[in-house]
């Protein structure tokens, strides 16, 4: 298994800051995301490999973990797992160095580590069924709102007189499928022994970080960047959405922090309606400014009977 | 649809999403393949751990993937570790909150 250098991936030292880091993956997300990227097949390597490495780096528990892994790896080294993996996937968007280290949130609970083997059993000898397997599966923002088709293999090992085989499977990813959500393909986990049933197979989806939003259930949230002046006298601005370029309404007089809502271009439902698209607005004062600028700017000072403050 | 490569080195099996399972499950398959009997996950509904409450007995509920999956780990856990109903429905409370502020705290830090 080869080391994945995240650091590099992302362009960043190790002693990045959390905001360095969420920075450097939106700048390159938005060069390499399939939707943009010339070499399509090229771009969507590059992206599954920066959305591992955010999905690291971005969580302090999973860095740290990271951070003392690399400190001990020698370079070439060929590290085995830290355990024996039953099964082997590929076609899930994340490497077998993040599969063994990092998937299924860091230790928590997962039924293919079940410590005995016997499974959802009750022990009786000798027949038992199979054990549940599961495996992360990325899935980005269009895939999740359109469904998508994926194929995955999964090779198993010679174990217990089952020959070694490798299976192909089209997934099938429903429209409307929300992070955390289960795909379960029946039968299609561990063999049962004794001719018991075999266990299933649950690939857990988890959203792909996008350049431009963050989801909530099935509401997207992005930042709208405004001037000042467009901040005071509004703006129809053009913002990305998962449907293409739409224009939004900055009324006159909105607040840094006011958040705007376009209706119907989220995530799917449950109800099969869409969420909506929270822009929330960031107002930046512009820097350098030339001397012409500063004199307008004092001027409109002298002017303004504005006051943000008591004392102002 | 299955296709099995008998000249390769593994045997290779193309299977498509709606062949290997039904998305949504009536109450007696889901007990099924969860290992239970239907009354006990009846019994488990009415307690308010599954599925919504039977408000209506007339009305059974239906299970997604992610339900089965929760119930075959509740299986495991009452037959492997012997663990108390009243103990799972705390640990499967647990479970979805624990769920609930991931999803949450992944929002929160990537805003």
Redesign the interface.
Request: aromatic content about 8%.
């Given at each position: 298994m080869q080391f994945q250098d995240y650091y590099q991936a992302l362009g960043v030292t190790r002693t990045a800051t959390?905001a360095a880091l969420?920075l450097a993956f939106r700048k390159l997300a938005r060069i390499h995301h399939p939707d943009v990227a010339q070499d399509k097949v090229a771009g969507e390597a590059k992206f599954k490999e920066l959305n591992e490495a955010y999905e690291v780096l971005?969580?302090p528990i999973k860095r740290q973990h990271y951070d003392e892994l690399g400190a001990q790896w020698q370079p070439g080294h060929q590290a085995a797992p830290p355990r024996e993996p039953e099964v082997e996937f590929s076609g899930t968007g994340f490497s077998d160095f993040f599969e063994s280290y990092f998937a299924g949130?860091g230790g928590e609970?997962r039924?293919r580590a079940d410590p005995d083997g016997?499974?959802?059993?009750?022990?009786r000898a000798f027949t038992h069924?199979g054990q549940?397997v599961e495996a992360d599966l990325l899935v980005t923002l269009n895939e999740a709102l359109t469904g998508a088709?994926r194929k995955l293999t999964l090779?198993r090992p010679s174990m217990d007189g089952h020959?070694?085989?490798?299976?192909?499977?089209?997934?099938?990813i429903?429209a409307g499928v929300r992070?955390?959500?289960?795909?379960?393909?029946?039968?299609?986990g561990s063999p049962g022994y004794g001719g018991a049933a075999p266990g299933?197979l649950?690939l857990r989806v988890r959203l792909a970080?996008h350049p431009d939003f963050?989801?909530?259930a099935a509401d997207l949230?992005c930042d709208l960047d405004l001037a000042p002046w467009e901040a005071v006298l509004g703006i129809r601005a053009r913002i990305p959405t998962l449907d293409g370029l739409m224009s939004l309404r900055v009324p006159p007089g909105t607040e840094a922090g006011s958040r705007l809502r376009l209706r119907g271009l989220g995530l799917r439902r449950d109800d099969g309606t869409r969420g909506d698209i929270y822009a929330t607005t960031r107002v930046h004062t512009p820097r350098p400014v030339s001397a012409e600028e500063q004199a307008l700017w004092q001027q409109l000072a002298t002017l303004s009977t504005f006051k943000p403050r008591k004392d102002a | 649809m299955k296709e099995t490569a008998s000249n390769s080195r593994y045997a290779l099996i193309l299977i498509s999403r709606e062949e290997a399972a039904p998305a949504v499950h009536p109450l007696e398959e889901a007990a099924r393949i969860a290992g239970m009997h239907p009354a006990r996950l009846r019994h488990y509904c009415r307690l308010g751990i599954f599925g919504p409450a039977l408000a209506d007995p007339a009305r059974e509920p239906a299970f997604d993937d992610d339900q089965l999956y929760e119930l075959r780990r509740f299986e495991h856990f009452r037959q492997r570790m012997r663990l108390h109903p009243a103990a799972l429905r705390l640990l499967c409370e647990l479970w979805r909150k624990v769920e609930h502020l991931e999803a949450e705290l992944r929002f929160f830090r990537d805003r």
């Amino acid at each position: 298994m080869q080391f994945q250098d995240y650091y590099q991936a992302l362009g960043v030292t190790r002693t990045a800051t959390p905001a360095a880091l969420k920075l450097a993956f939106r700048k390159l997300a938005r060069i390499h995301h399939p939707d943009v990227a010339q070499d399509k097949v090229a771009g969507e390597a590059k992206f599954k490999e920066l959305n591992e490495a955010y999905e690291v780096l971005s969580d302090p528990i999973k860095r740290q973990h990271y951070d003392e892994l690399g400190a001990q790896w020698q370079p070439g080294h060929q590290a085995a797992p830290p355990r024996e993996p039953e099964v082997e996937f590929s076609g899930t968007g994340f490497s077998d160095f993040f599969e063994s280290y990092f998937a299924g949130g860091g230790g928590e609970f997962r039924t293919r580590a079940d410590p005995d083997g016997r499974g959802f059993a009750d022990g009786r000898a000798f027949t038992h069924p199979g054990q549940d397997v599961e495996a992360d599966l990325l899935v980005t923002l269009n895939e999740a709102l359109t469904g998508a088709t994926r194929k995955l293999t999964l090779r198993r090992p010679s174990m217990d007189g089952h020959a070694e085989r490798t299976d192909t499977y089209q997934v099938k990813i429903p429209a409307g499928v929300r992070e955390g959500k289960r795909i379960r393909l029946a039968g299609q986990g561990s063999p049962g022994y004794g001719g018991a049933a075999p266990g299933d197979l649950y690939l857990r989806v988890r959203l792909a970080r996008h350049p431009d939003f963050t989801v909530q259930a099935a509401d997207l949230h992005c930042d709208l960047d405004l001037a000042p002046w467009e901040a005071v006298l509004g703006i129809r601005a053009r913002i990305p959405t998962l449907d293409g370029l739409m224009s939004l309404r900055v009324p006159p007089g909105t607040e840094a922090g006011s958040r705007l809502r376009l209706r119907g271009l989220g995530l799917r439902r449950d109800d099969g309606t869409r969420g909506d698209i929270y822009a929330t607005t960031r107002v930046h004062t512009p820097r350098p400014v030339s001397a012409e600028e500063q004199a307008l700017w004092q001027q409109l000072a002298t002017l303004s009977t504005f006051k943000p403050r008591k004392d102002a | 649809m299955k296709e099995t490569a008998s000249n390769s080195r593994y045997a290779l099996i193309l299977i498509s999403r709606e062949e290997a399972a039904p998305a949504v499950h009536p109450l007696e398959e889901a007990a099924r393949i969860a290992g239970m009997h239907p009354a006990r996950l009846r019994h488990y509904c009415r307690l308010g751990i599954f599925g919504p409450a039977l408000a209506d007995p007339a009305r059974e509920p239906a299970f997604d993937d992610d339900q089965l999956y929760e119930l075959r780990r509740f299986e495991h856990f009452r037959q492997r570790m012997r663990l108390h109903p009243a103990a799972l429905r705390l640990l499967c409370e647990l479970w979805r909150k624990v769920e609930h502020l991931e999803a949450e705290l992944r929002f929160f830090r990537d805003r």
